[in-house]
């Protein structure tokens, strides 16, 4: 049985030349995702990835499916031999790079890095490359994972308690979501695309002020009553993962699940809002352009213009924005949830149970809004927002009815 996102692979989009003629994903040992972002025709950039990849005698298959190529070999893989495979590729794309073992047709990802267009500095794809070589050397065990087998999820235990990794039905569940979450929304899979997920107890959580950039003073009736960080969406680099990735805090989520079945608002099972919690934190990666900027490698390396672009489409610093971000990435969760009907209603009492900027999610959801232009825009704020911030909440509260709140509404601040 194939992987999913292999399943998915669009035979229109590859060559005569770039189709398999072999049996489909032989049994190899190993297996090297590789993401390629062009600025050009990319469609044409994979062929010719996938080419190129051919060429080298170690790898036993190269599967192509839109943005990545998965590589299949059997032993590891020397220095040269990654090295070669990397500056080939290098040039004038962005790249990454993730090791993953494979077996039974199940990924587990070990390592992941990144490359970037501009810095082809010879040192400095050595020591890349290194990284990913040495990777080999303390590789995870596989862990087993209920059929039908699907990449495993990138979960990564920084400090917490509680480890919903060591659960393979609980992880099922999850993985599940978030295939799911992949084939309605992004086009490419964001289990293999690069969002590391880790574990955090809660004295490592930021504080909601942290993470909006609003202080709470003055403004409580925004905010949650206990600042206890259920999960949060990052670009920033954290426990030496480069780039963007997600935290969750099972203690929070454990503690808030509880609290919401004993006071009887909600009867979502501790599994379900661990879902909630990672898809409106996926929802947030969705609508962030980062990876359109680049793929950050180390501060001092990123060209002027590009830190530039890092800052750009933020949400951060005031409640227009934010209000605008956490509402959509709510709807976007509803959205997800609405194909698992004996789920959705609890999903929705969760929610409306949330404080203002999040329970908005249902009127955006209600309103059927395209979550796209906010992705498009800076989500800086500006007058139009303001004006619909205004005409949406006042005073820490929703100021206007599900029935009144009309697309036209959201479609002003776009114009």
């Not at 993401?35 to 990835?49: L, Y």
């Not at 990284?131 to 235990?157: A, D, G, H, M, V």
């Not at 509880?258 to 599994?271: A, Q, V």
């Not at 610093?317 to 509402?327: D, F, I, K, L, N």
Request: glycine fraction near 4%; include cysteine.
């Amino acid at each position: 049985m194939k992987p999913d996102f292999i399943e998915e692979l669009d035979s229109d989009e590859i060559t005569d030349n770039d189709r398999q003629t072999e049996p489909p994903i032989q049994n190899s040992k190993y297996c090297m995702l590789i993401v390629v972002k062009s600025n050009g025709d990319n469609e044409k950039d994979i062929r010719c990835a996938v080419r190129k990849i051919k060429k080298f005698p170690w790898i036993k298959q190269v599967v192509p499916n839109n943005h990545i190529i998965a590589a299949f070999f059997d032993k590891v893989p020397s220095l040269m031999q990654i090295n070669l495979v990397i500056t080939s590729l290098l040039q004038h794309r962005l790249l990454s790079i993730s090791m993953a073992a494979h077996k039974d047709h199940q990924l587990d990802i070990f390592y992941e890095s990144r490359f970037f267009m501009s810095d082809c500095r010879e040192e400095f794809v050595r020591y890349k490359s290194l990284k990913l070589y040495n990777s080999f050397k303390e590789k995870r065990t596989i862990k087993s994972i209920p059929k039908p087998q699907r990449p495993l999820l990138n979960i990564l235990n920084i400090s917490s308690s509680i480890n919903i990794s060591l659960d393979p039905t609980f992880m099922w569940y999850l993985v599940s979501l978030s295939m799911e979450f992949d084939k309605l929304f992004s086009h490419l899979n964001f289990v293999t695309f690069n969002y590391p997920i880790i574990l955090k107890q809660p004295e490592d959580m930021p504080s909601y002020e942290d993470l909006w950039g609003i202080e709470k003073i003055g403004n409580e009736g925004y905010f949650p009553e206990e600042d206890s960080v259920l999960g949060y969406y990052t670009r920033g680099d954290e426990n030496s993962i480069e780039g963007p990735l997600i935290a969750l805090c099972p203690e929070n989520i454990e503690k808030a699940a509880n609290e919401l079945k004993s006071n009887g608002i909600c009867k979502c099972d501790i599994k379900t809002i661990y879902g909630i919690v990672l898809i409106h934190e996926y929802a947030h990666a969705l609508m962030d352009l980062y990876k359109r900027y680049s793929f950050k490698i180390e501060e001092e390396r990123v060209p002027v213009e590009e830190k530039a672009n890092i800052n750009k489409n933020w949400p951060k610093g005031t409640h227009e924005p934010v209000a605008m971000e956490e509402s959509l990435a709510n709807m976007i969760t509803l959205k997800l949830f609405n194909r698992y009907p004996d789920d959705f209603k609890s999903v929705k009492e969760f929610i409306k149970d949330q404080p203002p900027f999040y329970k908005f999610g249902i009127h955006q959801y209600e309103a059927g809004v395209d979550w796209k232009k906010w992705r498009e825009s800076d989500k800086q704020s500006s007058q139009k927002l303001e004006e619909w911030f205004n005409q949406c909440f006042s005073n820490g509260e929703i100021n206007i009815s599900i029935k009144d709140y009309k697309r036209e509404i959201y479609d002003r601040v776009f114009e």
